[in-house]
């Protein structure tokens, strides 16, 4: 029993944690443009779906920092996403997006790391 309720409690913390990453400007903002480039388009075809998604977020007021990672998928294949970002002003904006195919050392650069 006690398994039992330690399981339920990790899984209900990595899914609400993974909910909140979703609900977040960083990842709705970088998810829209990996679905909009024409290169991950043409390499994953369409529709792109969303996978797991991981990785840290600090927000301090108006300042905030993200650097995330998630799976996405379409009908040729599989990559994974890394985002920075940064919040200044109460104003999010990407710094860095890199999308990496998986079984191959191709990537698409949106937003080239500074």
Known sequence: MFVAVIFLFVF????????????????????????????????????????FISGNMQISGPEG??????????PKGEASVAVRAFKE?????????????EGDKEQTTIVPCQ
């Open 12 to 51: 209900t913390m990595i899914f609400g944690i993974g909910s909140l990453f979703k609900d977040s400007e960083p990842y709705k903002m970088s998810f829209n443009q990996v679905v909009h480039s024409q290169q991950v388009r043409s390499y994953l075809g369409i529709p792109i779906e969303r996978g």
């Open 89 to 101: 002003l109460n104003k999010w904006s990407i710094e860095c997006l890199v999308v990496n195919y």
């Open 65 to 74: 920092v993200a650097n995330l990672s998630y799976s996405i998928e379409g």
